[in-house]
C-alpha cells in the first residue's frame, strides 16, 4: 500500500508529457517538412536562382543558405531527439544530456541590405525557420525548466558531457 501511496505522490514530470502532446507532434512535422522544403528548393531552383545571381548576391546567397541549413539541422537534431523521448527510446534525462550537443542560440536574419539581394522564396525559408526556432526554444525551456532530477544524474556522466559539448563546438 505504502509502495502504491509514493508512486502516486510523485511529481508529474511537465516536460515528458509535453514532449509527447499533440502541440509537439504538429512541430514535428512543420519542423521536418521544412527541412525537406529546403533541401529541395536548394537542390532544384534555388541552385538554378543563385547561379544568376551578381557576385555580392551571390555571396549572399551562400552565406544565409549555410545558416539556413545549419539552423534547420540544429532544428531537426532537436525534434529527432525529443521524438525519441516521445516513443520511449530514450529517457528526458537521457534527451538533457543528448541536448547539449545540439544548438539552439537565438539567430538574428540577415541584415535588410543583404537580405534585398536574395531571392523570395530564400527570405521565406528563412523567416520561417527563424520563427520555427523561436517555437522550439520556447518549448525547449519549458520542456527543460524543473531540470532533471537531482537523483537521476550522475554527477561524471554529467562532466563527460559537458567536456564533450566543450570540444565539440563549432568555433566561430
Not at 18 to 30: D, I, K, P, V, Y
Not at 50 to 62: D, I, P
Not at 85 to 97: D, P
Not at 99 to 105: A, P
Request: aromatic content about 4%; charged content about 25%.
Amino acid at each position: 500500500m505504502s509502495d502504491k501511496l509514493a508512486h502516486d505522490t510523485a511529481p508529474v514530470l511537465f516536460g515528458a508529457k509535453l514532449a509527447g502532446s499533440q502541440s509537439f507532434a504538429g512541430l514535428f512535422r512543420e519542423g521536418m517538412a521544412l527541412v525537406e522544403e529546403t533541401a529541395a528548393y536548394l537542390d532544384g531552383p534555388g541552385r538554378k536562382e543563385s547561379k544568376s545571381l551578381q557576385r555580392n548576391a551571390a555571396l549572399a546567397y551562400a552565406t544565409e543558405s549555410m545558416r539556413l541549413t545549419t539552423r534547420l539541422m540544429q532544428l531537426a537534431s532537436w525534434l529527432l531527439l525529443h521524438r525519441a523521448v516521445n516513443e520511449g527510446e530514450m529517457s528526458l534525462v537521457q534527451a538533457s544530456q543528448e541536448k547539449t550537443k545540439v544548438r539552439l542560440s537565438p539567430a538574428e536574419p540577415p541584415d535588410e541590405e543583404m537580405a534585398r539581394l536574395l531571392p523570395q522564396k530564400l527570405r521565406d525559408l528563412i523567416a520561417r525557420s527563424l520563427k520555427l526556432l523561436e517555437r522550439v526554444r520556447r518549448l525547449d525551456a519549458t520542456i527543460h525548466a524543473g531540470g532533471v532530477p537531482k537523483s537521476s544524474i550522475n554527477p561524471v556522466e554529467r562532466q563527460v558531457g559537458l567536456l564533450r559539448a566543450a570540444f565539440e563546438r563549432d568555433p566561430r
